[in-house]
């Protein structure tokens, strides 16, 4: 990982964190985006169609990626309204089904000799229950936020790391990955990070799974995207690959669909922002100059630079979990 030339970040306290001071970022510092290609799952709603929008109307060549078709062309056809813009492409995958992520990445990489910025919006939350499993046999909430995600990115690295060397357009330039995780890895994940047998399929893994309960399950997912990340920079930033992870605030989206409704009627109207400012650090991580200075490292709403959980600093973790994310995507 190349060396920082910022002062490392200091701790942003809960209060400010859930109820965040008024952006000194926002979309209209978004640069011409003119001949970047960029790639955002989870585009077809919420802060993932919010971004797509603003990276659209910024000039970016946008893929939408989504599992649902009809609600992918229903969030291009709004955004080509709204922003009088038509570089916008529907990109079918599903994170549950590592089947569905390997055809997304070739269909991208038939289409595409490069790609500048990869978003890894999409998400899923199920609590207070224990959710479905995934098509290969995993907990569905990490295997679509942690480990479907995962294996896009590392399907897509080639194209990443071509990017970045500048071997298409002669010109090399730094190549984002950016994870939208969620402060839930540190506020609901496991007190000891990642507990491994949840991870795993068949009945001991659901005893363990049930033991925990969905909402920890979430936490550990996006403690795994941040771990990820992590790694990430550690692996490929001296190659020109920044890997940054972040938590977008506390914004109204379909996230909350599979929560109580009491629950998710409580959380709206306590501390829920607009998509509008759900998608500022996003892009900022995804566009911005100063970004650049941020591999590896945790940002929290609005675009502020943020000291994560303590798990997340734990390279041995972020190893390990490298290691089971390999081994399982072996083959697929």
């Known amino acids: 990982m190349s060396a920082s030339k910022l002062p490392p970040p200091v701790r942003v306290g809960s209060w400010s964190e859930k109820w965040p001071p008024k952006p000194t970022w926002n979309a209209q510092n978004v640069p011409d985006l003119a001949g970047k290609v960029f790639l955002c799952t989870g585009g077809s709603a919420g802060i993932g169609r919010e971004t797509c929008r603003v990276l659209v109307d910024h000039n970016a060549k946008v893929y939408l990626a989504s599992r649902s078709e009809a609600k992918a062309r229903a969030a291009i056809d709004d955004i080509c309204k709204s922003t009088g813009k038509t570089d916008i492409h529907f990109l079918q995958i599903d994170l549950a089904d590592l089947v569905s992520v390997r055809k997304a990445a070739e269909e991208y990489m038939s289409k595409e000799q490069e790609l500048h910025v990869l978003i890894n919006n999409g ?26 995600h995962y294996f896009l990115t590392m399907l897509l690295m080639p194209t990443l790391l071509r990017t970045a060397k500048g071997e298409v357009s002669g010109t090399p330039c730094p190549v984002r990955i950016v994870a939208v995780s969620s402060d839930a890895h540190e506020m609901t994940a496991p007190k000891h990070g990642i507990v491994w047998e949840s991870l795993e399929k068949g009945d001991t893994a659901l005893r363990a799974r049930k033991k925990l309960t969905g909402t ?103 190893e390990r979990l490298w290691k089971w994310c390999e081994e399982q995507v072996s083959g697929c």
């Open 216 to 318: 920890r399950l979430y936490g550990q997912s996006k403690l795994g995207m941040v771990l990820i990340s992590s790694e990430l920079a550690r692996r490929y930033g001296d190659q020109g690959i920044i890997a940054i992870s972040l938590h977008p605030g506390g914004v109204k989206s379909e996230l909350m669909r599979n929560v109580h409704p009491i629950i998710a009627w409580i959380v709206e109207k306590t501390r829920q922002y607009p998509v509008s400012l759900g998608s500022v650090t996003s892009l900022y991580a995804a566009t911005s100059d100063e970004a650049l200075e941020m591999n590896g490292e945790y940002l929290t709403s609005w675009a502020r630079r943020q000291v994560p959980s303590k798990h997340a600093y734990n390279k041995d973790m972020a």
């Open 123 to 148: 998400g899923l939350l199920y609590a207070p229950g224990i959710g479905p499993v995934t098509a290969q046999g995993y907990d569905v909430q990490f295997g679509v936020n942690t480990l479907g």
